[in-house]
C-alpha cells in the first residue's frame, strides 16, 4: 500500500552520442566489439527465472561476416513454451499487485543501466548481431530503448492520474487492471528498442508475457533480458523463449487465458495471428488484443517547388540507412520530370561517397542485410528489374561472398505499379516514378491508392499551397508524415509511431495510446449516505 501520491521523474529524450576519433565513448566501444567478437555466448531461455538450454540450438552469426559466429541459441519447444505459460500465469497475481511505484522504479532502473553500465555492451550486441553501424546502433539500443522505458513510466502515470467526475455524497474511482490472462510479444530482429518495448509496455501496466524474440536479434535481446532481471524485474513477470513462430501459433495463441498479442513484423503473419485468434475465439476467457505494426511501402512525393538538396539527401539517408531495414524506410518515390535529372545527380553524388561493409569499421555508412533469406528476396527484385522492360536498374549490386551486402540500389520504374512500386522489399533498394509535372493529383491518388500499406510517408515542396494540397490528399496514407524530411527517425515522446491499413492497428507505440491497450479499466462508485427509498417523486398524485 502507498501512503502517498508519488510523481514519477521527469521523461525525456536521452542525448546520443557522437563517438567522435578520440572520445571515450568510441574507445569504449571499440574494446566491447572487440571483446564480444572474441567469445561465443550461450544463450538459454528464460522461464520463471531459471535459465534453461535446450537440445535444439541455432547458431548467430554476423550478417556482415556470415561464417562468424557470436552465439548459440536455445530454441523452445512444446514443453517449454507450456512452462513459459505456467510461469507467466503463476507470476500474475503478486506482479499486478505491486504498487506502480514499484514497477515503475524497475523499468526507471533498466533505462539507466541500459544508458550508463551497459550503453557500450547493448550497442556492440546490436552492432554484431544485426550488422547496425554505430550510429544507428546507439539511437536504437540506447538512446530509443531509454526512451521507451522513461516515457512508458511518465505515459503510465497519466493514465493512472484520470479519474472520473464526482457528484455530491458519492466517490468516482476508476483503477487501470491489467488484462485477465497473458500477454505474447513477439519482437523483430531491426530494431533493440522494438524488442524492449513489446514485452515491457504490457508488463509495466501489470501484465505478465511470454516474450519470443528474433533469432536474428536474439545476441542483444538476452543481453537486455539479463540487465531487467538486474535491474530488479520478478521471474516470472518476462519469460525469454526464442522459439519458432509455428510452435507459438500451435501451443501458445489458442490458449484460453492468451489475454493479448503485442507484434511487430510481417503483415502476413499478423494477418495469420488474427485467423487464430477469430478460430479460437469462443475458447478464450477474454477477448484478446491484438496490437501490430507491420509492413510499410514508404514514400516521398515530390513537387517541383521541392529543395531537390533537401529531396536527394532524404532519399539517400531514408532509403539506405540501416540497408533498409526499417518499416519506415523510403522505398518509393514520385519525382516530378522537371527536377528528375537534378535530384538524379545529386542522389548519385551521394551515393558514390557511400562505404559499405563490416560496421566495425566506423568509417562505413551501411552493414549487410540481416540474413540469407533476405539477401535472396532483395537479389530478385534487383535482377528482375533488370530484365524488365517495365524497368531500369540505375544503379546497385550485391555480394554474398563474405557477408550479405546489397549496395545502395535505385531503379526507375516506368508505369507506377512495377512490383517494386507496390511490394515490401526490406532493403536498401528505392524504385523512383517520374510523373508530369501537370499531373500531380493523378500520380497523388496512385500514390494514395497503389500500396495496401500506410506506415510512413514524406512530401517536399516550397509552395505553401501545394503542401496543404499534398497533406490533405495523403491524409490516409500514413500513420507518420513527413513535410520535407525523411519518412523515417520517429523520436518517442515526439512522434508516436504506427500505421493502419495493412501497416498495422496504428496504437503507436511509447505513447499512452498503446499503453491503454495492456489495461482493463474498472470504475467503482461509493455512495457515502445510501437511499432507503424505493419510489421516486414523479410517482406521487399531488
Not at 524474440?213 to 535481446?221: E, K, R
Request: aromatic share 10%; net charge negative.
Amino acid at each position: 500500500m502507498s501512503n502517498g501520491i508519488f510523481s514519477v521523474p521527469k521523461d525525456y529524450n536521452e542525448p546520443i552520442h557522437s563517438y567522435l576519433p578520440g572520445s571515450a565513448e568510441r574507445d569504449s566501444l571499440k574494446a566491447e566489439l572487440d571483446r564480444q567478437s572474441a567469445e561465443i555466448v550461450d544463450i538459454p531461455l528464460v522461464i520463471g527465472g531459471r535459465e534453461i538450454f535446450t537440445d535444439s540450438v541455432k547458431d548467430v552469426v554476423m550478417p556482415h561476416d556470415h561464417r562468424h559466429v557470436i552465439a548459440r541459441c536455445s530454441i523452445a519447444g512444446e514443453a517449454e513454451l507450456k512452462a513459459a505459460i505456467d510461469a507467466a500465469l503463476e507470476a500474475k497475481g503478486k506482479w499486478q499487485a505491486m504498487p506502480f511505484e514499484h514497477r515503475a522504479a524497475i523499468f526507471l532502473k533498466i533505462a539507466d543501466l541500459l544508458t550508463t553500465k551497459y550503453r557500450a555492451a547493448i550497442n556492440a550486441a546490436t552492432m554484431l548481431g544485426q550488422s547496425k553501424t554505430v550510429f544507428q546502433a546507439e539511437i536504437d539500443s540506447a538512446c530509443e530503448l531509454a526512451d521507451f522505458f522513461r516515457f512508458n513510466v511518465a505515459n503510465a502515470q497519466t493514465i493512472y492520474s484520470q479519474q472520473p467526475n464526482n457528484s455530491v455524497g458519492i466517490w468516482n474511482r476508476v483503477e487501470y487492471r491489467p488484462l485477465d490472462g497473458f500477454v505474447v510479444a513477439i519482437t523483430p530482429f531491426n530494431f533493440t528498442s522494438i524488442a524492449g518495448n513489446l514485452p515491457t509496455a504490457p508488463a509495466l501496466m501489470g501484465n505478465t508475457v511470454i516474450w519470443k524474440p528474433s533469432t536474428t536479434a536474439v545476441h542483444s535481446n538476452y543481453l537486455l533480458m539479463k540487465i531487467m532481471i538486474e535491474a530488479g524485474l520478478p521471474a516470472g513477470v518476462i519469460n525469454f523463449v526464442p522459439s519458432r513462430g509455428v510452435d507459438v501459433s500451435k501451443y501458445v495463441l489458442p490458449h484460453p487465458k492468451m489475454a493479448g498479442f503485442h507484434f511487430t513484423g510481417s503483415t502476413e503473419v499478423f494477418s495469420g495471428v488474427w485467423s487464430t485468434v477469430g478460430q479460437n475465439i469462443r475458447t478464450y476467457e477474454s477477448y484478446p488484443r491484438l496490437v501490430g505494426e507491420t509492413g510499410g511501402k514508404d514514400f516521398i512525393f515530390a513537387h517541383n517547388t521541392a529543395d531537390v538538396k533537401a529531396l536527394a539527401a532524404a532519399m539517400v539517408r531514408g532509403a539506405y540507412e540501416y540497408q533498409g531495414q526499417k518499416c519506415s524506410a523510403a522505398s518509393r518515390a514520385f519525382i516530378p520530370a522537371s527536377i528528375w535529372d537534378e535530384t538524379l545527380a545529386a542522389v548519385k553524388e551521394h551515393v558514390s561517397k557511400i562505404k559499405v561493409g563490416d560496421v566495425r569499421d566506423f568509417t562505413n555508412f551501411m552493414g549487410a542485410v540481416i540474413d540469407r533469406a533476405s539477401f535472396d528476396n532483395i537479389k530478385g527484385y534487383i535482377d528482375r528489374a533488370a530484365a524488365s522492360p517495365d524497368a531500369e536498374v540505375l544503379f546497385g549490386s550485391y555480394d554474398d561472398s563474405v557477408g550479405y551486402f546489397v549496395q545502395p540500389t535505385l531503379i526507375l520504374a516506368k508505369k507506377p505499379d512495377y512490383e517494386s512500386m507496390v511490394k515490401e522489399i526490406f532493403g536498401p533498394v528505392l524504385t523512383v516514378y517520374v510523373y508530369d509535372d501537370d499531373k500531380l493529383d493523378e500520380t497523388l491518388r496512385i500514390c494514395d491508392t497503389a500500396s495496401p500499406y500506410g506506415l510512413t510517408g514524406a512530401i517536399f515542396a516550397q509552395d505553401r499551397y501545394v503542401i496543404a494540397h499534398m497533406e490533405a490528399a495523403l491524409s490516409g496514407a500514413a500513420g507518420n508524415f513527413y513535410i520535407n524530411d525523411k519518412p523515417t527517425g520517429a523520436v518517442v515522446g515526439q512522434q508516436p509511431f504506427g500505421g493502419s491499413r495493412a501497416s498495422g492497428t496504428n496504437d503507436k507505440a511509447g505513447s499512452t495510446l498503446n499503453l491503454y491497450r495492456w489495461i482493463s479499466p474498472r470504475c467503482i462508485k461509493e455512495t457515502f449516505v445510501p437511499s432507503y427509498a424505493v419510489s421516486y417523486p414523479y410517482m406521487s398524485e399531488k
